[in-house]
C-alpha cells in the first residue's frame, strides 16, 4: 500500500464539501435516458420545445458585433463599458429618474447578478457601519446562493417570514413584522419583482408599508433585481418597487442581472448601484463610494467581461432594438403566463386534491407548488420528474408538450401521499 500523501490541507480542516443542488439535479437530468423526462430545476427559459432560446433582437445584435472592424478584446475600464453601465442605471432607475438627473447614483459593472450581491456584499461588510454580530435580513425562502454570498464575507444572515405555507402566498404580516422587530439599521434585502423561489410578489400597497417601516427602523435596503421585464413583460411595471424607494429618498444599492431577460446566461452581465439619498454633499457621497467600490473590484476581478454587456448596450441604447427586445420580454413572459394557466386548469379539471389557485397568482419563472418533499422525490424516482426539493419549479420548463404529462404526475403522487 503506497504511503498517504503529505498535505497541508488534511480533511479535519478542508472537508470535502457537498454538490451544489442545482447543478447536481442537472447531472441527474442529463444522465436520465427516460424520453418523457420533464427539467423543472433550471432557472433559464425554454421555449416551446424545451429548448435554450437566444432572442432574435440578441442575435442581430450579436451580429452586428462580429461585423464591427472596430472591435477588439482589450480590457474594460474597472468599472466596466460605460454605455452599458449607463443604460443599465436609465433600464433600472427611469431615465427621468431623479437620483440620474442630480448625479446621485453610481453603477459598475459586474459578473451578472451573482457578481453584483457579492460587490454589494463585499462593500456593506467593510464600510456599512453595525455591531459585528448584527445580521443582514433575507426573505423565508430567498435564493439559497444569498445565504453563501453573504456568509463568505462575514455577514451573518437572518431570515424574516415571506411564504405562507397555508395559503402559498405572501404572509405580508409576518413579513412586515419581522423587518421591524429587526435591530434598527440592519441590512434588508428585497426582491424587486419575481420572487425566488416562490413567485409571490408585494401588491404596491404592501409595498409602500414595507418602506414605511424601513424608514422608521433606519434600515438599508439591499434590492436584488433579477427578472426586470420577465416577470410581467413590463421592464417599468417590474422596476415600480424599486423606484419608488428612490423617489421616497432612501439611501440604497441594487444588484441587477442580464441574464434572464436577455437570456444572457453565459454571458455574465450585470450591475451593482448605489443611490445616495438627497442632499447638498448627495454627489461627493456617490463619489467618495464609487472610488472604494473600485477598488473592491480592481482586488476581485480587475475588469469585467465585455461580451455581454456589448450585446446589452447595443440593445438597449438603440430605440428600435429596444422596442424589438420588449417584444422578446413579452414572449418570453407570456408563453410563461400561458403555461401557468394550463397547468391550473388541467390539476383543476383532474380534481387534484388541495387548491392550485396559486400557480396563476404567482408571478415570474418560478412556482412554489406546495409539494413536499417526500413528493418531489416520488415524482423524480415514478415520473422523471426533476425539480427542488422545495417544491420548487421552474415554469419555463412547462411546455404544451410536457404540461398535461406533469399535471397528471403530480395528480397521481398527491393522491398516493396524503
Known sequence: MAPSS????????????PEDPLFGLMAAYRKDTFDKKVDLGIGAYRDNNAKPWVLPVVKKADAAL??????NH?????AGLADFTSAAAKLLLGADSPAIREKRSTTLQTISGTGAVHLGALFLSKFFARPASQPLYVSDPTWTNHFQIFGNVNLPVKTYPYFSKQTKGLDFEGMAKGIEGAPEGSIILLHACAHNPTGVDL????????????????HFPFFDCAYQGFASGDVNNDAWALRYFVQEDFELCVAQSFAKNFGLYGERAGCFHFVAAPGADASNIVARISSQLAILQRSEISNPPAYGARIASHILNDPALFKEWEENLRTMSGRIIDMRKTLRSKLEELQTPGTWNHITDQIGMFSFTGL??????????????????????SMAGLNTNNVEYFAKAVDKVVRETK
Open 372 to 393: 413536499s418533499e417526500q413528493q418531489v422525490l416520488k415524482l423524480r424516482d415514478d415520473a422523471h420528474v426533476y425539480m427542488t426539493k422545495n417544491g420548487r419549479i
Open 203 to 218: 401588491t404596491r400597497d404592501q409595498w409602500k408599508k414595507v418602506a414605511d417601516i424601513i424608514r422608521a427602523k433606519k
Open 74 to 78: 482589450e480590457y474594460l475600464p474597472i
Open 6 to 17: 503529505v498535505t497541508a490541507f488534511p480533511a479535519h480542516s478542508v472537508p470535502q464539501a
Open 66 to 71: 462580429r461585423d464591427d472592424p472596430q472591435l
